[in-house]
T-cell receptor, first 114, second 113 residues
């Protein structure tokens, strides 16, 4: 069984400031790792994923996340945020095999202040 | 390309009433999932399906039933709604096998009074 912990339920930052959203996971088997974003009143969209290979993965809108196996973490970072990044962010893991069910963290609400 | 479509988008039920939520995907995906989203709890898996005619229980299946008679549709039923089932419900689908990206619908906001 897997579990995911997002250490911050809310993160307020000023526009153009850097941000880090923390995610730790627990699993007895190897997993895939994901960050999903949910804009207000919408469904979830995949932001980025780690399947294998390079431990640093990037999204098209400037976010990046680094897989750290020893610390079982997959923190999300962005060097300079914009108002449009205001959303809720979910970290998730899934099995490599079987039904590949996603197990989600509690979510982190990112609020960007002008 | 519509992706994953959920019907209805909003619904208010009285305790004890029944209803069915419909999820339809047009991507020929094998795997489909139903999640519920509650504040501070993230998304939790209710039921899932790995192919037409198959269903399995997730983390929080009690009070719900599902059916997947056609590959493109995954139905979630509430036989006797309870206030604890007030939530936002999301359907998702994925190709399955080694491709694990899940695509989500826009959600159904259900209130049970």
């Amino acid at each position: 069984a897997q579990s995911v912990t997002q250490l911050d339920s809310q993160v307020p930052v000023f526009e153009e400031a850097p941000v880090e959203l923390r995610c730790n996971y627990s699993s007895s088997v190897s997993v895939y790792l994901f960050w999903y974003v949910q804009y207000p009143n919408q469904g979830l969209q995949l932001l980025l994923k780690y399947l294998s290979g390079s431990t640093l993965v990037e999204s098209i809108n400037g976010f990046e996340a680094e897989f750290n196996k020893s610390q079982t973490s997959f923190h999300l970072r962005k060097p300079s945020v914009h108002i449009s990044d205001t959303a809720e962010y979910f970290c998730a893991v899934s099995d490599l095999r079987g039904a590949q069910k996603l197990v989600f963290g509690q979510g982190t609400r990112l609020t960007i202040n002008p | 390309n519509a992706g994953v479509t959920q019907t209805p988008k909003f619904r208010v039920l009285k305790t004890g009433q029944s209803m069915t939520l419909l999820c339809a995907q047009d991507m020929n995906h094998e795997y489909m999932y139903w999640y519920r989203q509650d504040p501070g709890m993230g998304l939790r898996l209710i039921h899932y399906s790995v192919g037409e005619g198959t269903t399995a229980k997730g983390e929080v299946p009690d009070g719900y039933n599902v059916s997947r008679l056609k590959k493109q549709n995954f139905l979630l039923g509430l036989e006797s709604a309870a206030p604890s089932q007030t939530s936002v419900y999301f359907c998702a689908s994925s190709l399955g096998r080694m491709n694990t990206e899940a695509f989500f619908g826009q959600g159904t906001r259900l209130t049970v009074v």
